[in-house]
């Protein structure tokens, strides 16, 4: 038996490219080839690395902004990191010379700066791109989190010593081992049982920011990332890739009568553009367009550029069908734009949709509009259609679409938002506005009847669409958001993924094309003398007809343009394929479209409405695949209960243990419970302020111990922690709590040689508290008082009973300064929930305390690092502190370092102890054996490292 095709290579060309116009400052071009690399494939990459520093920057035109000279060190476009500018993350697609189609996954970010590169906030610097190119289609979420843990490790190659450096090349490291799991994960997928292929897979790396070289790193240094399935096998179709894909975005912005308007265009194959002054959101809106159709297993043959750069512009005038974006800055060129034809335009800042070169009459016959044709074809007015969707089952696939994406839409939104007063608040507010235009509106045009005795058409249809609008959700806001605003819609849309809301959208769309497709065995004839069997279009309009969807229904113009493309007879000659190949369609990981036809079929069941809903979303419930968005969910879930107003019901120090050891899982978890950070960050204000601290508070424990992709999703963000310096309120205390809590978390993100020293320090605890083989300090619970507290009070005070002589106070020959004791800072429990920087400054000296436990304020050297069998003490640099307080302490002064001198590294042999600060016991350490931590008299800690 021949073994299994292996399936793609994760990435083909990972590159990190300048701006087009960068000045003679910025670095060259990097890049790192695949390990599974083509040798003819590389060297026509390496060739497009121009092409593909466009794409990476669509925005800038290089015929109307030549670039500045390159013996300029700074230039327009070098910029401090506190400017306003948006994190930008999109993928387009790229077509070889050779044929081939490449996938660009990319992710815009500021590099460290030349000079001064362990902060963040200083000096100004040429922004970059770092991009993976790879034939494999799908995992938007996957190559995302992977660019992020690449955005991190070359802030730590940059920051850190070279002694302290994990790898030679953590780039190619990272980016060769995903290749190498990705690999073997695929191995174990084709080899499990059918019953268990549709169970997620994790990818797991060790040691990605502290290295393989010291044993005590690897456990605790952990990156996780979900392998799709899409990745794992041979015979991925890119319309079961894009199935994967997100619906959500597109429906969150222009809402639902508008996205059934653009499949509708699709489905007709249309001509499309779609304007935004976001490439993200472009690229975001234009793959959930892609996905809409991918759920019937249809794939688009035609033109597509998520994101168009400028010199594609002619591309526009094409006279075949296409799906391109294009930024709002010149979407004035299209007025200028000869040969543009008919297409339909949709702004989705703004949600607004045009036509352009297409007769007002034939307009509904071109793109019909599956949501208003509906309400005008079967009901009197569109409040009596709403009431009637939502007292009643629906009675045509179309009607049963609308309804059910409003109610995922609603319920996404409810989910997302949670019990956020100011979310709810805009909520009322936009819906208070809409109802006040839509009633001025209807006064004008009553009005103009008045005044002109006679009714105007295109007036009633304005106010059918008014008052369709009114009960519809509403997504997006009238205005354009600024890019970097906290905006209710900027992060709801681009920021926020559902995955249950996802599955139903899925399941919604995989109904409506299993009603409009059914058996394709009905619509097939055989040509004399040929035995293959083709597509008969007559015959499906014909079986349409029978079915009751024919002329005068509002789905019959669309299913008249749709037997004429493209789409259709590519769609049947793939399936006829199956069918001929017997190939199976009951397995876990086969798309929900076909393991309904295939159930269909097998146990003949008709393809109405009603038993395709019934089959549908049984088979879609007893799917395996769901887990993820089982774990998905409770996490987010319990990032909202964790950051609410509302006390946690449970152990907080525990659950929040939980959720950052969850969002080691860089792909999906730690996104969705980020995307919770910044709306609890955005609703603070008010009696709500609990909200943001408390999520300063989780966001900060996710950068002591959470994965390296944080530090790329907490920069994102660093201009909202930035506002948090200042917070407002009412109450003062409050104020100092919120305030403070940004402040450190605003230190951590720009000074990132102290983050990364925080994390290798929090790493090693986390160690210890794992393998601490001393017994912990915990309470007896058997011992009982039975006498009152106030009983044994006053019989054990001296000053209580008079049989007890009272000694009169002893004179100290000393003063009266020696009765005055030295106070002994008190921990705060709700700064480090792990307990490791209880009362305590990273960075800063420290003033020696006698005390037992390790981590309080004592001064004592570094551990000691295992390599090579010997241990290594570094001297102490002039114009420091002492080694080891540089590391944790409390002072009022920072350290100032003397950068030019250069430490000098003794060797010691291993048999020798280290010493120990304050005459203490030295800890023996010996190569191969862990270092072990005397019990602890302060705080008690549990087996997950909980204070």
Same mark, same amino acid.
């Given at each position: 038996?021949?073994?299994?095709?292996?399936?793609?290579?994760?990435?083909?060309?990972?590159?990190?490219?300048?701006?087009?116009?960068?000045?003679?400052?910025?670095?060259?071009?990097?890049?790192?080839?695949?390990?599974?690399?083509?040798?003819?494939?590389?060297?026509?990459m390496?060739?497009?690395?121009?092409?593909v520093?466009?794409?990476?920057?669509?925005?800038?035109?290089?015929?109307?902004?030549?670039?500045?000279?390159?013996?300029?060190?700074?230039?327009?476009?070098?910029y401090?990191?506190?400017?306003?500018?948006?994190?930008?993350q999109?993928?387009?697609?790229?077509?070889l010379?050779?044929?081939?189609?490449?996938?660009?996954?990319?992710?815009?970010?500021?590099?460290?700066?030349?000079v001064?590169?362990?902060?963040?906030?200083v000096?100004?610097?040429?922004?970059?791109?770092?991009?993976?190119l790879?034939?494999?289609?799908?995992?938007?979420?996957?190559?995302?989190?992977?660019?992020?843990?690449?955005?991190?490790?070359?802030?730590?190659?940059?920051?850190m010593p070279?002694?302290?450096?994990?790898?030679?090349?953590?780039?190619k490291?990272?980016?060769?081992?995903l290749?190498?799991?990705?690999?073997?994960?695929?191995?174990?997928?084709?080899?499990?049982p059918p019953?268990?292929?549709?169970?997620?897979?994790?990818?797991?790396?060790?040691?990605?920011?502290?290295?393989?070289s010291v044993?005590?790193?690897?456990?605790?240094?952990?990156?996780?990332?979900?392998?799709?399935?899409?990745l794992?096998?041979?015979?991925?179709?890119?319309?079961?890739?894009?199935?994967?894909?997100?619906?959500?975005?597109?429906l969150?912005?222009?809402?639902?009568?508008?996205?059934?308007?653009?499949?509708?265009?699709l489905?007709?194959?249309r001509?499309?553009?779609m304007?935004?002054?976001?490439?993200?959101?472009?690229?975001?809106c234009?793959?959930?367009?892609?996905?809409?159709?991918a759920?019937?297993?249809?794939?688009?043959?035609?033109?597509?550029?998520?994101?168009?750069?400028?010199h594609?512009?002619?591309?526009?005038?094409?006279?075949?069908?296409y799906?391109?974006?294009?930024l709002?800055?010149?979407?004035?060129?299209?007025?200028?734009t000869?040969?543009?034809?008919?297409?339909?335009?949709?702004?989705l800042?703004t949600?607004?949709?045009?036509?352009r070169?297409m007769?007002?009459?034939?307009?509904?016959?071109?793109?019909?509009?599956?949501?208003?044709?509906?309400v005008?074809?079967e009901?009197?007015?569109?409040?009596?259609?709403?009431?009637?969707?939502?007292?009643g089952?629906?009675a045509?696939p179309?009607?049963?679409?609308?309804?059910?994406?409003?109610?995922?839409?609603?319920?996404?939104k409810?989910?997302?938002?949670g019990e956020?007063?100011?979310?709810?608040?805009?909520?009322?507010?936009?819906?208070?506005?809409?109802?006040?235009?839509?009633?001025?509106?209807?006064?004008?045009?009553?009005?103009?009847?008045?005044?002109?005795?006679?009714?105007?058409?295109?007036?009633?249809?304005?106010?059918?669409?008014?008052?369709?609008?009114?009960?519809e959700?509403q997504?997006?806001?009238?205005?354009?958001?600024?890019?970097?605003?906290?905006?209710?819609?900027?992060?709801?849309v681009?920021?926020c993924?559902?995955?249950?809301?996802?599955?139903?959208?899925?399941?919604?769309?995989?109904?409506?094309?299993?009603?409009?497709?059914?058996?394709?065995?009905?619509?097939?004839?055989?040509?004399?003398?040929?035995?293959?069997?083709v597509l008969?279009?007559?015959?499906?309009?014909?079986?349409?007809r029978?079915?009751g969807?024919?002329e005068?229904?509002?789905?019959?113009?669309?299913?008249?343009?749709?037997?004429?493309?493209?789409?259709?007879?590519?769609?049947?000659?793939?399936?006829?394929?199956?069918?001929?190949?017997?190939?199976?369609?009951n397995t876990?990981?086969?798309?929900?479209?076909?393991?309904?036809?295939?159930y269909?079929?097998?146990h003949?069941?008709?393809?109405g409405?009603?038993?395709?809903?019934? @089959?549908? &979303?049984?088979? /879609? =419930?007893?799917?395996?695949?769901? %887990?993820?968005a !089982?774990?998905?969910?409770?996490? +987010?879930?319990?990032?909202?209960?964790?950051?609410?107003?509302?006390p946690?019901?449970?152990?907080?120090?525990?659950?929040?243990?939980?959720?950052?050891?969850?969002?080691?899982?860089?792909?999906?978890?730690?996104?969705?419970?980020?995307?919770?950070?910044?709306?609890?960050?955005?609703?603070?204000?008010g009696m709500?302020?609990?909200?943001?601290?408390?999520?300063?508070?989780i966001?900060r424990?996710?950068?002591?111990?959470?994965?390296?992709?944080?530090?790329?999703?907490?920069?994102?963000?660093?201009?909202?922690?930035?506002?948090?310096?200042?917070?407002?309120?009412?109450?003062?205390?409050?104020?100092q709590?919120?305030?403070?809590?940004?402040?450190?978390?605003y230190?951590?993100?720009?000074d990132?040689?102290?983050?990364?020293? @925080?994390? &290798?320090?929090? /790493? =090693?605890?986390?160690?210890?508290? %794992?393998?601490? !083989?001393?017994?912990?300090?915990? +309470?007896?619970?058997?011992?009982?008082?039975?006498?009152p507290?106030?009983?044994?009070?006053?019989?054990?005070?001296?000053?209580?009973?008079?049989?007890?002589?009272?000694?009169?106070?002893i004179?100290?020959?000393?003063?009266?300064?020696?009765?005055?004791?030295?106070?002994?800072?008190?921990?705060?429990?709700?700064?480090?929930?792990?307990?490791?920087?209880?009362?305590?400054?990273v960075?800063?000296p420290?003033?020696?305390?006698?005390?037992?436990?390790p981590?309080?304020?004592?001064?004592?050297?570094?551990p000691p690092?295992?390599?090579?069998?010997?241990?290594y003490?570094?001297?102490q640099?002039?114009?420091?502190?002492?080694s080891?307080?540089?590391?944790?302490?409390?002072?009022q002064a920072?350290?100032q370092?003397?950068?030019?001198?250069?430490?000098?590294i003794?060797?010691?042999?291993?048999?020798?102890?280290?010493?120990v600060?304050?005459?203490?016991a030295p800890?023996?350490?010996?190569?191969?054996?862990?270092?072990q931590?005397p019990?602890s008299?302060?705080?008690?800690?549990?087996?997950?490292?909980?204070?």
């Amino acid at each position: 038996m021949a073994a299994p095709a292996s399936p793609l290579p994760l990435f083909d060309l990972f590159l990190d490219v300048p701006h087009p116009a960068a000045s003679s400052s910025c670095p060259k071009p990097f890049w790192v080839p695949s390990p599974a690399r083509d040798d003819a494939l590389m060297e026509e990459m390496q060739k497009s690395i121009p092409q593909v520093a466009s794409f990476a920057f669509p925005e800038y035109d290089q015929t109307s902004a030549p670039p500045a000279s390159g013996a300029s060190p700074l230039n327009r476009y070098d910029y401090h990191a506190m400017q306003n500018t948006p994190f930008l993350q999109f993928t387009f697609s790229l077509q070889l010379s050779t044929g081939a189609r490449m996938h660009g996954h990319v992710r815009r970010y500021l590099p460290p700066h030349l000079v001064a590169r362990s902060r963040y906030d200083v000096g100004r610097r040429g922004e970059r791109a770092l991009v993976i190119l790879t034939r494999a289609a799908g995992a938007d979420s996957l190559y995302a989190s992977i660019l992020k843990s690449l955005q991190a490790i070359s802030y730590h190659q940059a920051t850190m010593p070279p002694y302290q450096q994990a790898h030679a090349e953590p780039q190619k490291w990272l980016l060769h081992n995903l290749v190498n799991h990705q690999q073997h994960l695929a191995r174990i997928y084709q080899t499990r049982p059918p019953e268990q292929q549709g169970v997620p897979l994790l990818a797991t790396l060790e040691g990605l920011e502290l290295g393989l070289s010291v044993p005590t790193f690897t456990s605790v240094d952990l990156n996780r990332y979900l392998i799709p399935t899409a990745l794992l096998t041979a015979s991925s179709s890119q319309s079961v890739a894009n199935a994967s894909n997100s619906i959500l975005p597109l429906l969150r912005c222009v809402g639902v009568a508008h996205a059934l308007r653009i499949l509708s265009a699709l489905l007709s194959e249309r001509r499309v553009i779609m304007v935004s002054h976001s490439p993200t959101r472009l690229a975001a809106c234009s793959h959930a367009a892609l996905a809409m159709l991918a759920q019937g297993m249809l794939q688009w043959q035609h033109l597509y550029i998520p994101v168009m750069p400028p010199h594609l512009w002619q591309y526009l005038a094409a006279p075949y069908p296409y799906l391109i974006g294009i930024l709002s800055p010149v979407v004035s060129r299209l007025d200028y734009t000869d040969g543009l034809g008919d297409v339909l335009i949709i702004h989705l800042d703004t949600n607004n949709m045009e036509t352009r070169g297409m007769d007002a009459n034939t307009v509904n016959q071109r793109i019909p509009d599956l949501f208003m044709t509906t309400v005008k074809g079967e009901f009197s007015s569109p409040r009596q259609m709403v009431n009637q969707l939502g007292s009643g089952a629906p009675a045509t696939p179309s009607e049963c679409l609308a309804q059910e994406l409003v109610d995922i839409v609603k319920a996404d939104k409810k989910a997302m938002y949670g019990e956020s007063a100011l979310a709810n608040m805009g909520e009322t507010a936009a819906k208070a506005t809409k109802a006040v235009k839509t009633t001025l509106n209807k006064i004008k045009n009553k009005g103009k009847m008045f005044l002109q005795k006679k009714g105007s058409s295109s007036n009633q249809d304005s106010n059918d669409v008014e008052e369709v609008e009114e009960v519809e959700v509403q997504l997006a806001a009238t205005e354009a958001p600024d890019a970097k605003s906290m905006a209710p819609d900027y992060i709801y849309v681009e920021s926020c993924h559902n995955e249950a809301a996802e599955e139903e959208a899925r399941i919604s769309f995989t109904i409506f094309f299993l009603c409009m497709f059914g058996d394709v065995r009905w619509y097939l004839s055989v040509s004399p003398g040929d035995s293959a069997a083709v597509l008969d279009r007559n015959k499906y309009l014909a079986h349409k007809r029978s079915a009751g969807e024919g002329e005068g229904t509002p789905i019959w113009p669309l299913l008249q343009n749709f037997c004429q493309t493209q789409m259709l007879a590519e769609f049947v000659s793939r399936r006829v394929e199956e069918i001929r190949n017997r190939q199976p369609l009951n397995t876990p990981d086969t798309p929900l479209f076909l393991q309904c036809c295939y159930y269909h079929r097998r146990h003949q069941i008709d393809f109405g409405l009603l038993d395709v809903r019934k @089959v549908c &979303r049984q088979l /879609a =419930q007893s799917s395996l695949s769901r %887990r993820a968005a !089982a774990v998905q969910s409770n996490a +987010r879930r319990t990032a909202m209960l964790l950051t609410s107003n509302k006390p946690f019901e449970g152990d907080y120090a525990k659950a929040v243990a939980q959720l950052v050891e969850e969002c080691l899982e860089c792909s999906t978890i730690l996104a969705d419970v980020m995307s919770v950070l910044w709306l609890r960050i955005r609703d603070s204000r008010g009696m709500q302020w609990k909200h943001g601290y408390q999520a300063l508070m989780i966001l900060r424990n996710l950068l002591y111990h959470g994965p390296t992709a944080v530090i790329a999703e907490a920069t994102d963000g660093l201009d909202k922690i930035r506002a948090m310096k200042n917070y407002e309120n009412m109450r003062g205390q409050i104020v100092q709590q919120v305030r403070n809590a940004a402040t450190d978390v605003y230190g951590l993100l720009v000074d990132r040689s102290r983050l990364f020293n @925080v994390r &290798r320090v929090c /790493a =090693q605890r986390r160690w210890q508290l %794992r393998n601490n !083989a001393a017994p912990r300090l915990t +309470r007896d619970q058997k011992l009982w008082f039975n006498v009152p507290f106030d009983t044994m009070h006053a019989a054990m005070h001296p000053n209580a009973r008079g049989t007890i002589v009272n000694i009169p106070p002893i004179t100290d020959p000393r003063g009266a300064m020696a009765n005055t004791a030295p106070s002994v800072p008190v921990p705060q429990v709700n700064d480090d929930l792990l307990g490791i920087f209880d009362s305590m400054t990273v960075s800063q000296p420290t003033v020696p305390v006698a005390s037992s436990n390790p981590f309080d304020t004592v001064t004592k050297p570094d551990p000691p690092e295992v390599a090579n069998q010997h241990l290594y003490v570094t001297q102490q640099i002039p114009g420091t502190v002492p080694s080891g307080a540089g590391l944790i302490g409390t002072a009022q002064a920072p350290i100032q370092v003397d950068t030019t001198y250069q430490p000098t590294i003794v060797p010691v042999p291993a048999a020798q102890p280290s010493v120990v600060a304050n005459n203490a016991a030295p800890l023996a350490h010996a190569p191969s054996t862990p270092p072990q931590v005397p019990p602890s008299v302060g705080p008690v800690y549990n087996s997950a490292g909980i204070q």
